[in-house]
């Protein structure tokens, strides 16, 4: 059983910046691959990136694609999602999740999952 802890979330204007982490109780956290999704009320959850549990290999939506970056700290069993240049429409609750595999998008994809943390960008 993987229990994940989101934290960083918060209010900030357009433009700026938030880092939200991720942290894991499981000393097998280095097994898994993290995804990062995120869901905006009335909408369904969707994929904003993930990692691979080396830390090698990063996945990116096409929305956040330069302007988000993810990276991982196994020592510390902690996945970051660090985010830059933030607009309003990135506005949501944002959720960590873990899966084996790594690669895949679909939230259904992933068996463990935060609680979330809601992230608020004022234009």
């Known amino acids: 059983q993987v229990q994940l802890v989101e934290s960083g979330g918060g209010l900030v204007q357009a433009g700026g910046s938030l880092r939200l982490s991720c942290v894991a109780s499981t000393r097998t956290f280095s097994r898994y691959s993290v995804g990062w999704f995120r869901q905006a009320p009335g909408k369904e959850r969707g994929f904003v990136g993930s990692i691979a549990w080396s830390g090698d290999s990063t996945d990116y939506a096409d929305s956040v694609k330069g302007r988000f970056t993810i990276s991982r700290d196994n020592a510390k069993n902690t996945v970051y999602l660090q985010m830059d240049s933030l607009k309003p429409e990135d506005t949501a609750v944002y959720f960590c999740?873990?899966?084996?595999?790594?690669?895949?998008?679909?939230?259904?994809?992933?068996?463990?999952w935060g609680q979330g943390t809601q992230v608020t960008v004022s234009s």
């Open positions: 999740a873990a899966t084996s595999g790594y690669g895949r998008r679909w939230f259904r994809d992933y068996s463990y």
